[in-house]
């Protein structure tokens, strides 16, 4: 556990930073098709993973899946320390420290808190008094983060990035996306039941949502610099919503499944123009706080969406009913965060406020 706990620490910060420095090394008309590569590799790389690891099992026991990181994170250091720019804001000393004691406490309850809830015994386990327990010190948690970052000169949290609109409209999406994310967890348990395939292939048959992403990454970047990002998330939004929808209709065509995975595939890759709109909102300063406060937004999406699709699908006695209830319910989500989305700036008003 303090392995995996290490691990999550360091790999936490790859992708807010890497998203940062994209804000430090190009100018905001390039910065979306940049965007778009990273989300393309961060695509790829989750195609190549699983095959790479399935290999690896045949031959070797399952920590050798953590050896082979190790010479690879060795190359990242050194080409890291070599390559990326080497500004410095503030000291050591002016590290928030307490905010981020705050911060990890607010996480950490709130995970605890969802982790209560037991799908089959949703509103016993919310009334427990273990879960009481937490729900409340998630609460004061959460306000002793808000009074410590009011008074700090540089916060983990920005908390004036709640008072800005384009801010608070990108919270939600990310929300949403994290929300959208999570229920892939039990995509593979659907299609088990709709089509009668093994474990293996269940997880083949994700790889249209996958792919779907990854091709459509750098797209996605490119029409952002070009059109603006509330074009880009609109149409990612238009696409996660039918394809949620047609998967919330149990289809009994493998075609008409492969299509809504690629449908929602799509929409995941707006998590391009989402970082792009960060990148333009904050200053040089904020950016890594900004990419990372958008991170948070989406694993609270992806915590809070894991507990509430598994509450749906064991409610009913019959799992595929709750299936159509729960991707019938993301649908309806994603179709009410279409329409947020056309709040979001346009492109003029974008690139007038975008910040070098």
Known sequence: LTGRAIQGFGVSGILPVASAVIGDVYPPEKRGRMLGLIGAVFGIAFIIGPILAGSVLHFFSWNALFFINVPVSII????????LPQNTFFSSTDIDVRGIIALTATLVFLTLAINRIQPDRVMDSLTNTITLTWIASFIISLLFLIATEKHEPYPVVNLNFFFNRQIRLIGLMALGLGLFQASFVFVPKLVIELFGVDDSTAGFMLLPVILGSAVTAPLAGRLTDARGSRLVIFIGL???????????????????????????????????????????EATAADRASAQGLLTIFISIGQLTGASLIGSIVASPEDSSQGFAMAFTLLAFISAVLTI?????????????????
Do not use: C
């Not at 990242?76 to 390559?83: A, C, D, P, Q, T």
């Not at 075609?255 to 709109?277: C, D, E, Q």
């Open 238 to 280: 238009l696409m996660a919503t039918s394809g949620l929808f047609v998967t919330g209709t149990l289809p009994e065509s493998k075609a008409l499944f492969y299509l809504a995975g690629s449908l929602i595939g799509v929409g995941f890759s707006m998590r391009t123009s989402l970082n792009y709109v960060m990148l333009n």
């Open 76 to 83: 990242l250091i050194y080409l890291s320390r070599k390559v």
């Open 340 to 356: 947020l989305s056309l709040w979001l700036k346009g492109h003029k008003e974008e690139g007038q406020g975008a910040r070098d």
